[in-house]
């Protein structure tokens, strides 16, 4: 089908795009600091509200980045407590993580530096010494909700001093830019570690059990409706 008015410069800038790179992230952090959230507002640009807080998924989302199509491959982990060869698993998958807590929940920050040493550990064993240590970013989230904070801007800054990890302060809520800045950022800091081909990423091979999670491909570029949508609508509007 042909169409009477021309593209928009954006549309006609991505067709001299270079080959996609694909990333995986995987979101961790306890339960309700809003992993689901953070992924799907950058994927789909909305805040949706409710989730099924036991459902885990890959979200798979293709992103124009400084002229470069990224596939980003999103694990939003369940959050809830699993044995640690399980964790381990996903972390293995990941090529960059975002290790999320709620400033209004004080136990999902103490949370924080066990993941961040779980992610050391296991690709520091992976990797045998060789290589730099995956991209690590803290998310400290739900920033809006100032009445309820139990941890301080100053704590994360501490915090991500003593990891050495960038934390950023966000709301999932009321800012689409600050979810994509932790994304791109991850992204950013892979390409730095200069580890990358320039078709993909180095690729490790999938066990059995990261086969079993549900994939989902998604893209902000087909939610134009303007419409709210429940995460159950969403899930059905958005073919595998
Ligand atoms: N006010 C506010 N609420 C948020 C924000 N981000 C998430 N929430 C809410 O926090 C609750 C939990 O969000 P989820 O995204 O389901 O959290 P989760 O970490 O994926 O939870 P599990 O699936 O149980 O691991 C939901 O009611 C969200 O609407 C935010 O930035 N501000």
């Not at 994304?183 to 078709?199: A, E, I, M, R």
């Not at 999670?213 to 073919?239: K, M």
Request: aromatic share 10%; charged share 25%; proline share 4%.
């Amino acid at each position: 089908m042909t169409s009477n008015f021309p593209l928009p410069r954006t549309l006609r800038r991505s067709w001299s795009l270079s080959p996609a790179r694909t990333m995986r992230i995987v979101v961790l952090g306890q339960s309700a600091v809003g992993k689901t959230a953070l992924t799907v507002r950058f994927i789909t640009k909305r805040f949706i509200g409710d989730y099924d807080p036991t459902l885990e998924m890959i979200y798979r989302h293709t992103a124009a980045i400084d002229g470069e199509f990224v596939h980003f491959e999103i694990l939003d982990t369940a959050g809830q407590e699993e044995d640690s060869l399980q964790i381990e698993e996903k972390i293995k998958w990941g090529d960059g993580f975002a290790v999320v807590y709620s400033v209004t929940d004080r136990c999902s920050f103490d949370e924080v530096m066990r993941l961040c040493f779980l992610i050391n550990h296991v690709h520091s064993n992976a990797r045998k010494g060789a290589g730099e240590l995956p991209p690590v970013v803290i998310v400290a989230n739900k920033k809006d909700l100032e009445f309820d904070r139990m941890v301080t801007t100053e704590e994360g800054e501490k915090l991500s001093k003593s990891l050495k990890y960038p934390c950023y302060e966000i709301s999932t809520r009321d800012s689409y830019e600050e979810t994509a800045l932790v994304f791109n950022n991850l992204y950013y800091d892979l390409l730095k570690q200069g580890t990358v081909s320039p078709g993909t990423f180095k690729r490790r091979g999938i066990s059995k059990q990261m086969e079993k999670i549900p994939r989902l491909y998604a893209n902000s570029a087909i939610n134009t409706s303007g419409r709210s949508l429940s995460f159950n609508s969403f899930r059905d509007y958005i073919p595998e």
